[in-house]
């Protein structure tokens, strides 16, 4: 309990240090088909914690984006990636930020990548970062 007490104390610490108004941006690798956009369409595993799905038949499924944000997903599709957008009323919720941040009605955006896509994710980060910058440019 004590160990628990501490770590949920530190995590509070961390998010108030992340800037309001900010889109929070994470990037993970994972294995080859052990997790991908296939776990959020009909009949996966995630499907009840996705509220849209957009599946690109010509890109791995294990490289794709995950969002809190419909603005964020809406482009992200447009451009034709393979995103994630997350129900944030009924994903389950497993402690990790994304789950977090949907019940803050923040904007936050996992780029989910195969270990060894260093190339496509760097790519996606690049993409990501344009839409976040156009995103501020407008609003200014």
Do not use: C, W
Not at 11 to 33: C, E, F, W
Not at 74 to 101: H, I, P, W
């Amino acid at each position: 309990e004590a160990a628990a007490e501490i770590l949920s104390g530190f995590a509070t610490y961390l998010v108030d240090l992340l800037p309001a108004g900010q889109t929070i941006v994470s990037m993970h690798n994972n294995k080859d088909r052990a997790y991908s956009v296939l776990s959020y369409r009909r009949g996966g595993e995630l499907h009840s914690d996705a509220d849209a799905v957009h599946i690109v038949p010509s890109q791995d499924v294990d490289d794709f984006f995950l969002t809190t944000s419909t603005a964020i997903y809406a482009q992200l599709k447009e451009k034709d990636f393979n995103v994630v957008l997350q129900d944030n009323n009924r994903v389950r919720d497993d402690g990790s930020l994304s789950v977090y941040f949907g019940q803050q009605q923040r904007d936050y955006v996992n780029i989910e990548a195969q270990h060894g896509h260093s190339e496509q994710q760097i790519m996606m980060l690049r993409v990501l970062q344009e839409i976040v910058e156009q995103a501020v440019d407008f609003e200014q």
